[in-house]
Nanobody, 112 residues
Framework: QVQLVESGGGLVQPGGSLRLSCAAS????????MGWYRQPPGKEREYVAH???????DYADSVKGRFTISRNNAKNTLDLQMNDLKPEDTAVYYC??????WGQGTQVTVSS
C-alpha cells in the first residue's frame, strides 16, 4: 500500500489557475493508472482525470481542455494543472493510485 499526500489547494478567483501535487511514499512506476477525483460540497465523489503508466491520459468532459494531469515516476509525484477555474470546480480533490490508495484530499475553492 502506498501513502499519498496532496498539496496545492487554496482559494482562487474564477479564471485563475492552481497546480495540485500528490506525493507518494513509494515508487509509482509500476502503478498502471493514477488519477484525480473530486467531491463538491454536498455531492458524491466524481472522476476528474487519470494517467496510465504509458502516459496516456483521460479527462472528464467538465474539465477537458482546462486541466492537465501529469506524473513523474522518478519523483513519485502526480500533478494536476488546473486553468480557467470555475466556481463549479470547487471541491475537495483526491489523488488515487488504484485500489484503496487514496490521499486525504486538498480543498480547492473558486470564488470572487
Amino acid at each position: 500500500q502506498v501513502q499519498l499526500v496532496e498539496s496545492g489547494g487554496g482559494l482562487v478567483q474564477p479564471g485563475g489557475s492552481l497546480r495540485l501535487s500528490c506525493a507518494a511514499s513509494a515508487s509509482i512506476s509500476a502503478i498502471y493508472s493514477m488519477g484525480w477525483y473530486r467531491q463538491p460540497p454536498g455531492k458524491e465523489r466524481e472522476y476528474v482525470a487519470h494517467i496510465a503508466r504509458s502516459g496516456s491520459t483521460d479527462y472528464a468532459d467538465s474539465v477537458k481542455g482546462r486541466f492537465t494531469i501529469s506524473r513523474n515516476n522518478a519523483k513519485n509525484t502526480l500533478d494536476l494543472q488546473m486553468n480557467d477555474l470555475k466556481p463549479e470546480d470547487t471541491a475537495v480533490y483526491y489523488c488515487h493510485a488504484g485500489g484503496a490508495n487514496w490521499g486525504q484530499g486538498t480543498q480547492v475553492t473558486v470564488s470572487s
